[in-house]
């Protein structure tokens, strides 16, 4: 069963929402992440990725290392995705705006070869 995520923010969410995990023990690492504003929603929002370790308890996103994804850069305002070929550990949307509706994150990582 590939592993699938899916998260969706009400209108007036802004900043850094808090991130989703991926599994680094797929390989390849091939995911998806798709950004959907619902219904009349708009927005302004990118998608940030880390590559730091969460397997401590004590690990946050506030200690994490982000990079924005190139593919949803920050200004994205239409429904969009992303493809990640390098095992990623969390993903993150960060909100400069929604209003109107809602936006979902939809997560998608197959399954390993191996």
Request: glycine share 4%.
């Given at each position: 069963?590939?592993?699938n995520r899916t998260v969706t923010y009400p209108a007036?969410?802004?900043?850094?929402?808090?991130?989703?995990?991926?599994?680094?023990?797929?390989?390849?690492s091939?995911?998806?992440?798709?950004?959907v504003l619902n219904g009349a929603a708009t927005g302004s929002f990118s998608l940030q990725y880390t590559l730091d370790d969460f397997s401590s308890p004590y690990m946050t996103d506030a200690q994490a290392t982000?990079?924005?994804?190139?593919?949803?850069?920050?200004g994205s305002?239409?429904?969009?995705?992303?493809a990640f070929v390098i095992p990623v550990t969390r993903i993150r949307v960060v909100f400069a705006s929604l209003a109107g509706g809602s936006c979902t994150l939809r997560v998608l990582q197959g399954m390993s070869i191996n």
């Open positions: 069963m590939p592993y007036g969410s802004a900043g850094a929402m808090p991130s989703v995990d991926l599994d680094t023990s797929i390989s390849p091939n995911a998806v992440a798709s950004v982000w990079f924005t994804s190139p593919d949803i850069p920050l305002a239409a429904n969009v995705n992303a």
